[in-house]
């Protein structure tokens, strides 16, 4: 078979999906590439869900990934408001949620990932929202404005950045975290201290080391998030944001390894030589720190499908990246470069007071892993170069202010 | 006969690819709407990324002119591993009627 017959089946139309349909088409491949989402609309962009897209300030054009016209003139069919229910590798076709069956020749598999589910008595009353998708971003904006309180359940970034959108529509907002400290899972304690305090001077409340005991109602809607040290949080909305877990499901009912999240390799590839996986639903290979782990950015997502698209189109693999984020909270860039998987030492440069300040990790080696940039793009920047070079940097010269970040990345 | 804005993207390679862009679109935007190869947009036009770096072509430097100081977009500039006098990033550019014909280079790659 030539490549031009081969097909390619894309299930997962976000992100990672919806890229990956792209870089197929600019690295030449010719044969027809199908993308099978469950959302009623092409993939778009999820980062601005809790920023501009929650203030008002983003519109359906600017949100899409590519414009509508993309995809027929592409030749990259859409079929959307559509799942995948199962794999069938020997007869390599794919069950979909309308009954039909879609064969592949080589299968994407870019299943995202789902917002964690809590157990807790109320779950199920109105007004009780997540933030994954345009559609449920929709529903807290019309929750929020002024005179109306959110309460957020988990204070990771998500629940941070729609708190801040909150603030910004005039509501008033209560985040609640289970651990001692707001991203406690995502960042170090020093930097949990900066947003906490930048958040309680927007107005924002925050409660830690909270449990919860029950969502409470009026009428079958929410109107307080009761804790079990028995204080009643009263809101008018509750935003569920406590992590997320691979959508893996699909893959090990195939067959394939998952260890929470569907296991590759560098080039993407599952074990399965007609089977790859990118993005959220992938346990991946992260070289700089010789380990392997789930990376839940846009970033990635790019990268890896940039990596399947490059081994099915027979071109050189990308070079592998730093892992890198970024979250947007008032006038507070924040962008993160590495991960901090061994750090021993933690260096700050810059003034927090400012809002303008970085923290360094660095291994027991003086080898930098990872940087923390509050409004400090040079430092970000400089690091992230640093990482990928797993360049060893004695933690005086990265506090030095008069060393210039050019210079100790160069 | 089409009114909108042109602007040509030339690869690393030499391909180029002529698009049209609207009004008020980035540069940046004019590429990946287009689906031109060259610019990756990570972070999708918010300046956080410096993965739509461009080499402004000469005739068109005066017009397009070079970050601001201190900005955002100069900072993350000055680190790219490539940059020349004529570096922009392709997101802070956005398409004005006098930019119509504009030619921009791409660097050999984005990270």
């Known amino acids: 078979m030539s490549q031009s017959d081969a097909r390619i089946v894309i299930v997962g139309a976000g992100h990672a999906g919806g890229s990956a349909a792209a870089f197929l088409r600019q690295y030449g491949w010719k044969g027809p590439i199908t993308l099978v989402g469950e959302e009623p609309i092409a993939p778009y962009q999820r980062p601005p869900l809790s920023k501009a897209w929650l203030k008002g300030e983003a519109d359906a054009a600017s949100l899409a990934l590519r414009p509508d016209s993309f995809y027929p003139s592409s030749d990259i069919a859409l ?311 797993r360049k060893k940097i004695p933690g005086k010269k990265l506090r030095d202010m008069s060393l210039s970040m050019r210079d100790l990345a160069a | 006969m089409s009114n909108m804005p042109k602007v040509t993207y030339i690869e690393y390679n030499d391909t180029a690819h002529e698009v049209e862009v609207p009004l008020g679109l980035s540069v940046m935007r004019g590429a990946i709407d287009n689906n031109v190869p060259g610019i990756d947009a990570d972070c999708g036009g918010e300046c956080a990324c410096a993965t739509c770096h461009v080499y402004i072509e000469p005739e068109w430097q005066d017009k397009i002119g070079v970050p601001e100081p201190g900005s955002q977009e100069a900072s993350m500039l000055s680190f790219a591993a490539v940059t020349q006098p004529n570096s922009r990033l392709s997101c802070q550019l956005q398409m004005r009627e006098d930019l119509d014909g504009l030619v921009v280079r791409m660097p050999e790659g984005q990270h």
């Open chain 1, 79 to 389: 079929r959307l408001a559509t799942s995948a229910v199962g794999i069938d590798r020997e007869a390599r076709a794919v069950a979909l949620s309308s009954g039909e069956t879609l064969a592949y020749d080589h299968l994407i598999l870019a299943l995202g990932s789902r917002a964690r589910k809590l157990s807790l008595p109320g779950l199920s009353l109105a007004g009780v929202l997540e933030l994954r998708t345009v559609a449920e971003a929709d529903q807290l904006k019309a929750a929020l404005g002024p005179g109306k309180r959110l309460a957020v359940i988990g204070g990771g970034y998500i629940g941070l950045e729609a708190a801040a959108s909150a603030r910004a529509l005039g509501a008033e907002a209560v985040v609640i975290e289970r651990e001692s400290r707001v991203l406690a899972r995502v960042a170090c304690p020093e930097l949990s201290a900066f947003f906490q305090d930048y958040h309680r001077a927007k107005g924002v409340e925050i409660v830690v080391g909270a449990a919860i005991e029950a969502l409470e109602g009026v009428d079958g809607h929410v109107t307080g998030v009761r804790l079990s040290d028995g204080r009643l949080i009263g809101c008018d909305a509750v935003l569920v944001g406590v992590g997320a877990a691979a959508n893996e499901e699909l893959a090990r009912d195939a067959g394939l390894a998952c260890n929470g999240g569907i296991v590759v390799d560098l080039a993407a590839r599952t074990a399965d030589p007609l089977i790859h996986a990118i993005g959220d639903c992938t346990h991946r290979p992260l070289p700089l720190y010789e380990s392997m782990g789930r990376l839940e950015s846009v970033p990635n997502a790019l990268e890896q499908a940039k990596q399947a698209a490059a081994d099915l189109c027979g071109r050189a693999p990308p070079t592998p990246e730093v892992p890198w984020f970024w979250s947007d909270q008032y006038d507070l860039r924040l962008q993160i470069a590495g991960l901090p998987l061994g750090a021993a030492e933690t260096v700050l440069r810059g003034d927090p007071a400012a809002a303008q300040f970085a923290i360094f990790h660095l291994d027991a080696d003086e080898r930098l892993l990872a940087v923390e940039a509050i409004n400090a793009t040079p430092e970000f920047m400089g690091g992230r170069i640093m990482i990928g070079k």
